[in-house]
């Protein structure tokens, strides 16, 4: 992710343009892990492999699948502030994430009629973040009139308190404000149930409200991610001027950061390369 902007050094006011490496290193990481995730649960839904299935029904699982993707958004709204056109980065973004859905889409039919299917994404990683880009361009002058004190903690929370809103159970939609510790229904603490008229509307999943049989088989809605993004936007005013930031300007390995300077293409390429893989995968075992 090449910076876009200047920011200060220490050095008496002078200005330094160039890489933030560290965030190459992470998002590398991040989207590494979430390759792999992806590859369990298409071993678990398409091969039916039942031990990955009883794996993924785990806290472990749980906790893999919230901080991957969870450090991989909070990143991406520290690179709004590296990006020239947050409107035009957000509008392609989204524009993939569009083109994901129809391919999805297709597939799903075809994988149907093979005794296969859940590869349908209709609200994805990549539709929250065009849209948060979108919403970052929209309203950035807003946003920069909180101080980044406030907007990176309270994001946090606001992030943790809505978490709940997208939970579903077997029968009816069921979310609410509150925190989630784990994937089970013991490990949540709710604090307001939220009306099930919220979940009745269809076409408000994209928000967060999903109906009653809403499935996805990658599901971001803007609530309770947006928060999240925001506060990974307001962390980096909290550290671009710091010591912090001076000293892993260049952290990092050549291909992990390769890797995450092309997150969205790593993206758009893995899952019908796994997706293939795996289909093989089930028809040799014989699912």
């Known amino acids: 992710m090449k910076v876009k902007k ?4 220490e050095d008496a006011g002078k200005l330094q343009r ?10 590398g990481i991040m989207i590494i892990s979430v390759v792999l995730y992806h590859f369990a649960w298409d071993l678990a ?23 991957s993707c969870g450090t991989f958004i909070f990143l991406s709204g520290v690179c709004c502030h590296f990006s020239r056109n947050n409107l035009k980065n957000g509008a392609r973004v989204l524009g993939f994430g569009i083109i994901i859905t129809v391919v ?5 039919i075809v994988m149907n009629q093979m005794g296969f299917g859940g590869v349908f994404i209709w609200f994805g990683i990549l539709h929250f973040i065009g849209c948060a880009c979108l919403i970052m361009g929209l309203c ?11 907007g990176a903690p309270l994001g ?42 919220l979940y009745s509307h269809i076409g408000m999943e994209w928000l ?17 991610w947006i928060f999240l993004f925001l506060s990974g936007y307001y962390f980096w005013n909290l550290i671009k001027n710091t010591k912090f930031r001076e000293k892993t300007n260049r952290f990092g390995t050549g291909f992990i950061n390769k890797i995450g300077r092309n997150t969205i293409w790593v993206y758009l390429i893995h ?17």
Request: hydrophobic share 50%; proline share 5%; no cysteine.
């Open 104 to 108: 999805t889409f297709i597939a799903e």
């Open 271 to 287: 899952q019908p390369v796994l997706i293939a893989i795996t289909a093989v995968i089930a028809l040799v075992f014989g699912k």
């Open 6 to 9: 200047y920011f200060k050094t």
């Open 45 to 67: 839904d398409i091969a039916g492999f039942q031990a990955v299935k009883s794996f993924l029904g785990t806290n472990i699982a749980w906790y893999w699948q919230q901080i």
């Open 140 to 150: 950035e002058k807003a946003f920069a009139k909180v101080p980044a004190a406030i």
């Open 156 to 197: 946090l929370v606001l992030y943790l308190l809505t978490r709940g809103v997208y939970v579903l159970t077997e029968k009816i939609p069921a979310g609410y404000i509150g925190l989630t510790f784990g994937a089970h229904e013991a490990e949540r603490l709710r604090l307001l149930q939220l009306p099930h008229s």
């Open 208 to 224: 967060g409200f999903g109906t009653f049989g809403f499935s996805s088989a990658d599901y971001f809605p803007i609530i309770p």
């Open 18 to 27: 160039g890489r933030y490496e560290l965030i190459d290193f992470l998002k």
